[in-house]
């Protein structure tokens, strides 16, 4: 019921207006953005004092760059999937897998004939693949997402090591009658169109796409209705089950995309690549804003949580933190992102919390 | 009222005000509640009956005004503190845990236990205690309350406060999820519990329920008491909905034209089955007429709504739109052939809470309005806000979280989001369920509007009056089948509760 007939003659005292609306702003999606901003800025300044000249430094923060750049695609794919209510926890694996057939001699030599992009599809193909039998089995199996995708985990972690044996695979490193293959593919990922190199640009068109996807499409509108209401959805004659396997495919693509920018920087496939990516991808989703219910989903805020995850990473590097108290203080960043954001919700709905 | 009222009241409110970021929730509200009556709190859906509750239950702190408990003017600072008084309240969605079981809901957050064992025969026993003091003798404490229907939820909702040593209970339109048989359950439990000297704040919509249940009435308009304490043996009916609304209701039902005499046949029902709950059904809904589905709780009548959506998949028969058979189980092919449902569970079934009115009514349509997959969010908002100006509804901000709105307003988003999409059959599921009285009258017209438009509607409501009030035809459904079929003028309540009741019993 709400109150909203209620009289309102009286004028709101000008205080309470502004410190609403600062409210309602802080609430909204834009400031939460704003927040995420001055957490990076203030995490710069943090970086310049205790690291110096080393970490402000534009070679810097063109490698803080790259190295966030994989991470940022199939975090993308990851903000779908959660805004959705589900969850994909083989991006990881499948990022591997699609790195390992992308790189097997066969798939090669046939991009030594036809360019390296075939590489590239051959990834995504591996990556649509593994994620239309994640997006099938919850879907039509009503398996959860959280156990069809912890499945899917484990066996295209397997099943890469079946493909490559446990081999690294060399890209450029076959040999056909004595002679070497040369696919292009690492000459392409070596280039910097405006001295920027294309893994950056890669993740940034990525990011776009992503964001008019989840903004300005139906596909985006279907996939915060589903998030925020399954049931509501499917009775108002949404496909719920035909656009739940869309977007576990999306992931998936996201992951194949990542695997050919990973083979690009790292020059070889190997069954071990992606490991721990999910959590990596799910850890910048939260921070960035997006509900883990569902119902609510951001690529701008998921964007700057890989930012926030990259820099704090190549900070502590520089000043030699041990990894252990790395990953003590991504812990500590993700609870305490939940934790405003569940603050904000609250106030946003004007509820309190459930007793 | 005279002075020593004052002293003889358990609780008594005084010119309590409310504001929500400068919003005016409560404008001055004032009650006194005694000990063992049932007093009534009648408002529209805004008026701030939701406020006063949560004041009362100290979910919210009032800016001004006092409240005195026993005569002593106390704070109530939060809900553990109102406990703590003895005022229990009972929401409207039930804060029952339905995996545990009757025993440990009652006890939870104060279970009986040494060294972290819990006295589990402790607590079955007096649980046992409590259910009989409610009448419900029947229940075991050791029953799931996952597996319990509504009301015998409340039941145990009202148990659990009677284990705190509650003087006072309120209870939010506690009828609102109760059929008919039901709803006397629920009067006999709260009769027993005021001759135990407990008090009873009762909020409803339903002025025929407070005529029999209640003592005293206060009714909110926009926030302020516009009388208080009035006797409900000396109040009419007009007399509380001129209050309520300040205006005098004549009769909500709007007029019935019914179809034309060579309207087509939209919806074919034939021999539909969806085993264990009904079999061989066989009806059909003519272009502009109100067909009602009338029975009781599990007779199935929720069912055969759902079914004939798709949204169950049925396990015999055939649905027809315009002659065409429909898919079994797929709700969008029925969509697609023109069907348009309004769930039963607004909340659950009907929303999204958190997205805003535009996108809530163009949920079922957005994919028309865009343009090779891009969104046109300004023609949505347009769209909607013709609709929220047609239905009236409020606020008028096409931007508005639905969560926030009342029940009348979120029913007439489901309702514009068929207008909307466009549907020759509508499926109605308790369109007015914690709907008040006015907000009602309006939506019972914008129903006929629409069967006069052309649309087919079929109707379920655990109203009888409801059904018979606004339907052109009336099927009485029981054990899964219809018993009988009717021109709503030819028929009677009395005559349809007979006839579930005999099939209830056969």
């Not at chain 2, 209050?243 to 939209?266: C, E, H, Q, Y």
Request: aromatic share 4%; with cysteine; proline share 2%.
């Amino acid at each position: 019921m709400s109150d909203s007939k209620a009289p309102t003659a009286e004028p709101t005292p000008l205080a309470t207006r502004i410190l609403g609306g600062a409210r309602d702003y802080l609430g909204g999606s834009a400031g939460r953005n704003v927040g995420l901003i001055v957490a990076l800025i203030v995490l710069i300044v943090v970086g310049g004092i205790v690291a110096g000249d080393r970490f402000i430094d534009v070679q810097n923060a063109l490698i803080i760059l790259r190295l966030a750049s994989v991470s940022a695609v199939v975090a993308v794919g990851m903000t779908f999937v959660i805004t959705s209510g589900g969850i994909d926890l083989s991006i990881g694996s499948i990022l591997g897998l699609a790195t390992v057939v992308a790189t097997i001699a066969p798939v090669q030599v046939a991009a030594g004939q036809v360019g390296w992009w075939l590489m590239a599809v051959v990834a995504i193909a591996v990556g649509a693949g593994a994620g239309l039998v994640n997006g099938a089995v919850i879907a039509y199996g009503k398996v959860v997402p959280f156990i069809a995708t912890l499945a899917m985990l484990v066996a295209a972690r397997g099943v890469a090591e079946l493909v490559s044996e446990k081999k690294t695979l060399v890209v450029d490193g076959v040999f056909v009658d004595g002679v070497g293959v040369r696919t292009g593919l690492v000459e392409f990922f070596r280039g910097s169109p405006l001295g920027i190199s294309w893994l950056v640009w890669f993740a940034l068109i990525v990011a776009v796409v992503g964001w008019l996807l989840l903004n300005r499409t139906t596909f985006g509108r279907r996939t915060v209705a589903i998030g925020g209401n399954e049931e509501a959805a499917r009775l108002a004659g949404i496909k719920v089950k035909r656009h739940t396997v869309y977007l576990y495919v999306l992931s998936g693509v996201t992951a194949g995309i990542a695997a050919i920018m990973l083979v690009g920087r790292t020059t070889a496939g190997s069954s071990t690549n992606g490991t721990l990516y999910e959590l990596d991808a799910i850890a910048a989703v939260v921070v960035g804003g997006t509900l883990l219910i569902g119902g609510r989903g951001t690529i701008t805020g998921t964007i700057l949580g890989v930012l926030i995850f990259s820099i704090l990473l190549n900070i502590f590097t520089q000043i030699n933190v041990p990894n252990s108290i790395q990953d003590v203080s991504k812990g500590l960043i993700i609870i305490a992102a939940v934790l405003l954001q569940q603050r904000f919700a609250i106030r946003r709905n004007n509820l309190k919390p459930k007793l | 009222m005279i002075k020593d009222d004052y002293q003889t009241s358990l609780l008594d409110v005084r010119g309590i005000t409310k504001s929500f970021a400068g919003a005016r929730a409560l404008a001055g509200v004032s009650l006194d509640v005694r000990a063992g009556e049932v007093h009534c709190v009648l408002g529209q859906n805004g008026a701030g009956k939701s406020t006063l509750i949560k004041v009362l239950s100290g979910a919210h702190q009032p800016d001004e005004g006092t409240i005195s408990w026993n005569g002593e003017q106390v704070d109530i600072s939060s809900p553990v503190a109102a406990l703590q008084l003895g005022i229990a309240t009972m929401y409207q969605e039930l804060d029952v845990v339905d995996g545990l079981t009757i025993a440990e809901n009652i006890f939870l957050g104060h279970e009986t236990a040494t060294g972290g064992m819990l006295h589990v025969a402790r607590m079955n026993r007096e649980t046992r205690a409590l259910l009989a003091r409610l009448g419900h003798r029947e229940l075991s404490p050791s029953t799931e309350v996952g597996s319990l229907s509504a009301a015998n939820k409340q039941i145990v909702s009202m148990a659990r406060a009677l284990s705190h040593d509650i003087k006072l209970i309120i209870m939010d339109e506690p009828s609102a999820v109760l059929d008919a048989g039901e709803v006397t359950k629920l009067f006999s439990v709260i009769r027993e519990l005021t001759s135990q000297g407990i008090a009873v704040i009762y909020i409803s919509h339903r002025l025929e329920e407070i005529r029999e249940i209640g003592d005293r009435i206060t009714v909110i308009k926009d926030g302020s008491s516009m009388a208080s304490g009035l006797l409900v043996s000396e109040t009419s009916t007009p007399e509380v909905i001129k209050l309520m609304t300040g205006r005098a209701v004549d009769s909500i039902f709007p007029d019935r034209t019914g179809p034309k005499p060579d309207a087509a046949v939209v919806l074919g029902v034939e021999s539909l089955e969806l085993r264990g709950l009904f079999s061989g059904l066989d009806f059909e809904v003519r272009a502009g007429e109100i067909v009602g589905l009338a029975g009781l709780v599990g007779s199935g009548r929720s069912e055969i709504l759902e079914t004939v959506y798709g949204a169950r998949r049925s396990t015999g028969g055939r649905v027809t739109m315009h002659g065409k058979t429909l898919r079994r189980g797929s709700v969008d092919t029925a969509v697609a052939a023109g069907i348009g449902m309004s769930p039963e569970e607004r909340k659950s079934q009907g929303l999204i809470l958190d997205e805003p009115i535009f996108r809530n009514i163009t949920l079922s349509s957005f994919t028309r309005f865009a343009k090779a997959g891009w969104l046109d969010e300004r023609t949505e908002r347009s769209i909607a806000r013709g609709q929220i100006e047609s239905l009236d509804l409020r606020p008028a901000e096409p931007d508005r979280i639905a969560r926030t709105l009342s029940g009348g307003n979120q029913q007439k988003i489901l309702l514009a989001r068929w207008l909307v999409h466009g549907t020759d059959l509508l499926l109605l599921d308790e369109p007015t369920r914690g709907v008040d009285v006015g907000a009602r009258a309006e939506i019972y017209a914008l129903i006929r509007q629409l069967a006069d438009a052309g649309t087919a509607i079929l109707l379920v409501s655990s109203e009888i009056e409801e059904v018979l009030g606004l339907s052109d035809r009336v099927l009485v459904i029981a054990d899964g089948a219809v018993v009988s079929t009717a021109a709503a003028t030819d028929i009677t309540e009395q005559d349809v509760l007979d006839l579930v009741m005999k099939g209830a019993a056969a």
